[in-house]
């Protein structure tokens, strides 16, 4: 079994930054989604286990996904933050390496609460 942990989530203001946390147990590659009230859950950014990563264009350069060295722990940083991208974020392990479909993801965290205000 695979168990994810998160933690960072918040307010921010637009503009501003966060960082998210995922903690593991188990690993295989691992991605970030969120999702809002109606809408399609959406991937945000995924690293393998050789710290290749991918991102959706909109955080193309403002956004970092990492793992510290014993890949226990999953980070999201998020800079320059938009009012759009308030959403419910989850961490995602045993995915297709670099996919950022939801669907090729076997487990997630609980979610963590992204509040971005204008």
């Known amino acids: 079994q695979v168990q994810l942990v998160q933690s960072g989530g918040g307010s921010v203001q637009s503009g501003g930054s966060l960082t998210l946390s995922c903690t593991t147990s188990?690993?295989?590659?691992l991605g970030w989604f969120r999702q809002t009230a109606g809408k399609e859950r959406e991937g945000v950014a995924s690293i393998d286990f050789l710290s290749n990563t991918e991102y959706v264009d909109s955080v193309k350069g403002r956004f970092t996904i990492s793992q510290d060295s014993a890949k226990t722990t999953l980070y999201l940083e998020m800079n320059s933050l938009k009012p759009e991208e308030t959403a419910m974020y989850y961490c995602?392990?045993?995915?297709?390496?670099?996919?950022?479909?939801?669907?090729?993801?076997?487990?997630w965290g609980q979610g963590t609460q992204v509040t971005v205000s204008s």
């Open positions: 995602a392990a045993r995915g297709q390496c670099l996919s950022l479909s939801p669907a090729d993801y076997g487990d």
């Open positions: 188990g690993f295989s590659c």
